[in-house]
């Protein structure tokens, strides 16, 4: 019993250290505004999804002189939570030359490795046809348009 027991609590603390690696990892590129990078550290869904909506929509929309001045970032995980054998949450704090943030990362262990997943609901409005080819000054005119027609 006291072999099972230390076998468990090793499994857990080797866990533990590569949800915390994978997670810096994933933040340090984010932060960065490094989409490629965050898509090796991250899940299929977070991949298809956040990344790509925050790389081809919001982030082109997004005054580049705010980018700027919010790098360099400083990310500091405060905690890391095994919640099973392949969920997991991480507490961070963001530091950036413009404010100081802090939240949950939630991780996914997937195929033996832990990976960030973070699924965002797209507005309705890009869903329907994944609507990245509108001009973004068109935007606040397309999402009146679509939720009027609700």
Known sequence: ????LSFTALSCANDEGEVRSMAQSYLDA??????????SYS???TRDVTLNFFENVIIPATDT????????ATVTIT???????TTAEVRFVKTT???????????????????????????PYFQQQRRTDIPIDDL???????SVAQ
């Open 1 to 4: 019993m006291l072999l099972v």
């Open 30 to 39: 984010i932060s960065a505004y490094d989409f490629a990078a965050a898509a």
């Open 43 to 45: 899940t299929e869904e």
């Open 65 to 72: 002189a705010f980018i700027a001045a919010s790098i360099p």
């Open 79 to 85: 905690a890391v939570t095994m919640l099973s054998d």
């Open 97 to 123: 030359p413009l404010n100081t943030d802090s939240s949950t990362l939630p991780m996914l262990k997937r195929n033996g490795e832990w990976r960030a997943h973070v699924v965002i609901d797209i507005p």
């Open 140 to 146: 606040n005119e397309v999402a009146k348009k679509d």
